[in-house]
């Protein structure tokens, strides 16, 4: 393997990845459940705040030091960790958040299957040994493939708002984001996982936080469902996500990552069926198989190579 390559998936990053995929897949319900008492730009700033505070805390108690610009390290590594902050936390939640609000929900949950086909170019162009091949580049397509049926044929229907256009933009945006995010993540010089995650989402605080309080203000009676829902948002697919997405991309490369991405969709189904009372669709099984058969294609050479621990020295 050559020097700055990813080390290689391996069980337990493919177990990570499932995690991450059962995490941001309740997401969806959190922030639905949320939005009855918050504002989408509230959410967005109180989850990742929380996340923030979470991360600061461990890095404390564990005794683990943040990057500062008074040393090297800390100014090689601060731009990276801005750029984590920004385009993984604090710009694609408020932008699902808002147009979420005004087109159909089919359509904001394929937008995030599209990350892995904007991370593709991304990771070939700017990150060591992910370039693209025709082998992966086929398995995240049927996988994509999956999603949209998986989502079904209501996916684009227009849902009638006056915002509808700019909406769609914005959740493509967040797609997007999600991959510039990814790639600024797997380029950073080695740093602490904890501590990048907790500076990223600091820096995400700092700029939503102040933004949230001047136009929604502080909600006066939430309720405690919405609370409970900012609660979970905070600690699962904001803090503890966050850790496990730096570990991942450090270790097995942003393409591997946004393997997830194909998984969000599935388990934001199954919990919109099993605690909101949404109707499971009658394609569900169908999609689910043709997106492991994407997922089995895309990553052929690690199953040909069987699971292997990622080298020493992977973070």
Known sequence: MKAGEPAGPGLV?????SCLGLLWGASFMGVTLALDGFGPLS???????????????????????????ATAEGRAVLPFAIGMGLFSNAFPFFLLSWGQQHVASGFAGITMSAIPLLVLPLAHLFVPGEQLTARKGLGFAIGFVGVVILIGPGAFRSAGGDLEGLARLACLAAAACYAIGAILTRRCPPVHPIAFGAVALSVATALLLPVALWREGLATAPGTVPLLAILYLGLG??????????????????SFLSLTNYKVPVWSVIFG??????????????????ILAGLAISQLRMWKRGFRAPAPGGR
């Open 13 to 17: 990053n493919w177990a990570l990845i």
């Open 43 to 69: 959410v967005a700033a109180y989850r990742i705040a929380l996340a923030a505070v979470v991360l600061l805390a461990v890095t404390r108690v564990m005794g683990i030091a943040l990057p500062m610009p």
């Open 237 to 254: 697919p904001t803090a503890l996500a966050t850790l496990i997405l730096v570990r991942v991309i450090r270790s097995a490369g942003p």
């Open 273 to 290: 069926a099993v605690f909101l009372g949404e109707r499971l669709p009658p394609q569900f099984l169908a999609a689910l198989a043709v």
